[in-house]
């Protein structure tokens, strides 16, 4: 056993591995306080999954990924498709899959495999990417229609999916007007599902999920005169724990609001972590984040390959983005989505895959033609 773990070698951006171990660490003290040993040991051990599937998955060339990115966006088209006819509803979203036991969401493969999928696509098809047909036939259909599947029981991670994607061909350096083309359509579909959703039936009856989404909207966007009834519950409660948390915070382990804030452990978790560690414990971890995104873009300006660029950048963004996403709910700055915090809210396959995604940019930064920045 002695022998095995000396052979163990951590490869690529050891900061990038760093900062992981730093986040996956600190979310065993903020999960214990949110959530006690009774869900403690459950997360211990996915964060344990996770941890040896990004160190496998670092272990393997990145170039072997372009083609098992068309097997995984098959794949996961076909777990999108069997959710919404077999899906396991809980808290009246059909999100999850029970194959033998197993219980996850086709959308944390979706996430994963789509961006892998794009990157392929542009990489290879990048000569013929100047006609907006060839566009719309080899990029952006796939991510339409991913979205399309995730749409009805998910509007947030669908909207998060598309965005990274419309960055990753921000990053390929696809023209500007094909892109604002694509956001001013994407606008007009998203008025039209809350305007008929709020108005008429035919929205609701479509997408049931969507009464919910208009309700989220309203609540946040919609002062009513200051009737703190009509606001979400969950983001007042977040909101006392900050308050309460203030510059220096209460401590760790002496959260107040844990008990009465829904979904602590998971889509609230960061406010409680401004409860017990304060502002700077709060600005400690967004600048975690941000360190990821500023190492991702550095190993894509450090290999040859477009391919791994566009993975690097592309993977790193979606985690980095819907961390901020999730800082940004709990704060008050945004509706409410339901987006975990990556490595540190407590959860199952969103813990997996994020780990998976470090691992494939790992992967790549392996392969650097400057390997001097792994040392930084």
Same mark, same amino acid.
């Given at each position: 056993?002695?022998?095995?773990?000396?052979?163990?070698?951590?490869?690529?951006?050891?900061?990038?591995?760093?900062?992981?171990?730093?986040?996956?660490?600190?979310?065993?003290?903020?999960?214990?306080?949110?959530?006690?040993?009774?869900?403690?040991?459950?997360?211990?051990?996915?964060?344990?999954?996770?941890?040896?599937?990004?160190?496998?998955?670092?272990?393997?060339?990145?170039?072997?990924?372009?083609?098992?990115?068309?097997?995984?966006?098959?794949?996961?088209?076909?777990?999108?498709?069997?959710?919404?006819?077999?899906?396991?509803?809980?808290?009246?979203?059909?999100?999850?899959?029970?194959?033998?036991?197993?219980?996850?969401?086709?959308?944390?493969?979706?996430?994963?495999?789509?961006?892998?999928?794009?990157?392929?696509?542009?990489?290879?098809?990048?000569?013929?990417?100047?006609?907006?047909?060839?566009?719309?036939?080899?990029?952006?259909?796939?991510?339409?229609?991913?979205?399309?599947?995730?749409?009805?029981?998910?509007?947030?991670?669908?909207?998060?999916?598309? *965005?990274?994607? #419309?960055? @990753? %061909? !921000?990053? &390929?350096?696809?023209?500007?007007?094909?892109?604002?083309?694509?956001? +001013?359509?994407?606008?007009?579909?998203?008025?039209?599902?809350?305007?008929?959703?709020?108005?008429?039936?035919?929205?609701?009856?479509?997408?049931?999920?969507?009464?919910?989404?208009?309700?989220?909207?309203?609540?946040?966007?919609?002062?009513?005169?200051?009737?703190?009834?009509?606001?979400?519950?969950?983001?007042?409660?977040?909101?006392?724990?900050?308050?309460?948390?203030?510059?220096?915070?209460?401590?760790?382990?002496?959260?107040?609001?844990?008990?009465?804030?829904?979904?602590?452990?998971?889509?609230?978790?960061?406010?409680?972590?401004?409860?017990?560690?304060?502002?700077?414990?709060?600005?400690?971890?967004? *600048?975690?984040? #941000?360190? @990821? %995104? !500023?190492? &991702?873009?550095?190993?894509?300006?450090?290999?040859?390959?477009?391919? +791994?660029?566009?993975?690097?950048?592309?993977?790193?963004?979606?985690?980095?983005?819907?961390?901020?996403?999730?800082?940004?709910?709990?704060?008050?700055?945004?509706?409410?989505?339901?987006?975990?915090?990556?490595?540190?809210?407590?959860?199952?396959?969103?813990?997996?895959?994020?780990?998976?995604?470090?691992?494939?940019?790992?992967?790549?930064?392996?392969?650097?033609?400057?390997?001097?920045?792994?040392?930084?």
């Amino acid at each position: 056993m002695n022998s095995w773990i000396r052979n163990i070698q951590l490869e690529g951006d050891r900061t990038i591995w760093g900062v992981v171990f730093v986040l996956s660490l600190f979310s065993v003290l903020v999960v214990y306080s949110t959530a006690g040993w009774n869900f403690l040991f459950n997360h211990i051990v996915k964060l344990m999954l996770g941890l040896l599937a990004m160190y496998i998955v670092h272990k393997i060339k990145f170039k072997y990924f372009s083609k098992l990115g068309q097997l995984g966006f098959i794949f996961s088209i076909l777990l999108l498709v069997l959710v919404l006819l077999i899906g396991v509803s809980i808290n009246g979203a059909s999100r999850w899959l029970n194959i033998a036991g197993l219980q996850f969401q086709p959308s944390d493969v979706a996430k994963l495999a789509i961006l892998i999928y794009m990157a392929r696509q542009i990489s290879i098809k990048r000569d013929c990417l100047h006609n907006f047909k060839d566009l719309v036939w080899y990029v952006i259909s796939p991510l339409v229609l991913v979205c399309f599947l995730i749409l009805p029981n998910n509007f947030s991670t669908a909207a998060l999916i598309f *965005l990274n994607g #419309l960055v @990753l %061909m !921000f990053v &390929a350096k696809i023209r500007l007007k094909f892109i604002a083309g694509i956001i +001013g359509c994407s606008f007009l579909c998203v008025a039209t599902i809350y305007f008929s959703s709020k108005y008429t039936k035919f929205g609701t009856e479509i997408m049931p999920r969507s009464a919910t989404w208009v309700s989220r909207i309203d609540s946040f966007f919609i002062d009513n005169e200051g009737d703190d009834q009509t606001k979400d519950f969950q983001q007042i409660q977040a909101l006392v724990a900050i308050q309460k948390g203030g510059v220096s915070g209460l401590g760790p382990g002496k959260s107040t609001q844990r008990s009465i804030l829904p979904f602590s452990s998971s889509d609230f978790i960061y406010a409680i972590i401004l409860e017990e560690y304060g502002l700077f414990g709060g600005v400690t971890v967004l *600048l975690f984040y #941000l360190i @990821l %995104m !500023f190492r &991702a873009i550095r190993i894509s300006l450090n290999t040859d390959s477009m391919f +791994g660029g566009l993975l690097c950048v592309g993977l790193m963004f979606s985690l980095v983005f819907q961390a901020l996403v999730n800082m940004l709910v709990s704060v008050g700055i945004m509706p409410v989505t339901g987006q975990t915090l990556p490595f540190i809210s407590m959860g199952g396959t969103s813990i997996v895959f994020s780990c998976i995604t470090i691992g494939l940019i790992l992967s790549v930064s392996r392969d650097s033609k400057d390997r001097s920045y792994g040392k930084a």
